[in-house]
C-alpha cells in the first residue's frame, strides 16, 4: 500500500515565504517524476495570519521564481486553521515565531506534536523549524529571512535558503515514505 506524505509551508501571510518554499519543492518532486523517481507527497502552504487572505504570491516573490524558471501556480493566500493540522504528515514553520503559532494551535486542537510520527495519523504532527533542513543554519540563524520590507536581492536571498534547503527536504520525505 503506498503512503502519501503531506507537507505544508507556513509563514505570516502566505504571500512570500511559504509560497516561495511551497512552489520550489512542487517543482523538485515534478522534476524527479520526469526522471522516474514518483514520491507521492502533496505539497501546501498556508500563513499563520489572515491579513493576506485570497491574495496572490507576492509579485516580487513571483518575479523571482520565474526569472530562477519556476513555473509560479496560481496562488490564493489562506490561513491555517486548527482543525486541519493533524492532517499534514510535516509542517515547516519559516520563523520561531510561526512554529509556536503552530505549537499553540496544535494544542488548541489536541494534535500532539511528534518528529517522524506515522504517515496518515492525524492525531500527530511534525512541526519543524523549515532551516533545520538547511545545509548551512546555526542555531543562532534559524529563520528563513523575510523578504516583504526589502528589495529585490532579499527576496534572491529568500530563495537562495529555499533552494539550499529542498533537497534536505526531500531526502527527508524519501526516507519517511520508505518506512
Known amino acids: 500500500m503506498s503512503m502519501t506524505f503531506r507537507v505544508l509551508m507556513v509563514c505570516t501571510g502566505n504571500i512570500c515565504r511559504s509560497t516561495m518554499a511551497h512552489q520550489v519543492l512542487q517543482q523538485a518532486l515534478t522534476d524527479l517524476r520526469r526522471n522516474g523517481e514518483n514520491l507521492d507527497v502533496i505539497v501546501d502552504s498556508a500563513g499563520v495570519s489572515n491579513e493576506e487572505q485570497g ?3 507576492d509579485r516580487r516573490a513571483a518575479r523571482v521564481l520565474r526569472d530562477a524558471g519556476y513555473t509560479v501556480h496560481p496562488h490564493a493566500a489562506r490561513q491555517i486553521r486548527p ?5 499534514w504528515d510535516l509542517i515547516l514553520a519559516m520563523t520561531g515565531h510561526h512554529r509556536s503559532n503552530l505549537v499553540r494551535l496544535a494544542d488548541m486542537a489536541g494534535v500532539e506534536r511528534a518528529e517522524n510520527g506515522e504517515l496518515g495519523d492525524y492525531s500527530t504532527v511534525d512541526i519543524r523549524m523549515f532551516r533545520s533542513f538547511d545545509p548551512h543554519s546555526s542555531a543562532g540563524d534559524i529563520d ?6 526589502g528589495g529585490h ?9 529555499v533552494e ?5 527536504i526531500i531526502n ?5 515514505l520508505a518506512h
Open 164 to 168: 539550499r534547503t529542498t533537497p534536505q
Open 83 to 87: 482543525h486541519e493540522l493533524g492532517t
Open 153 to 161: 536581492q532579499d527576496f534572491l536571498d529568500t530563495l537562495d535558503v
Open 144 to 149: 528563513v529571512p523575510d523578504p516583504w520590507y
Open 55 to 57: 491574495n496572490p504570491i
Open 172 to 176: 527527508h520525505i524519501r526516507h519517511a
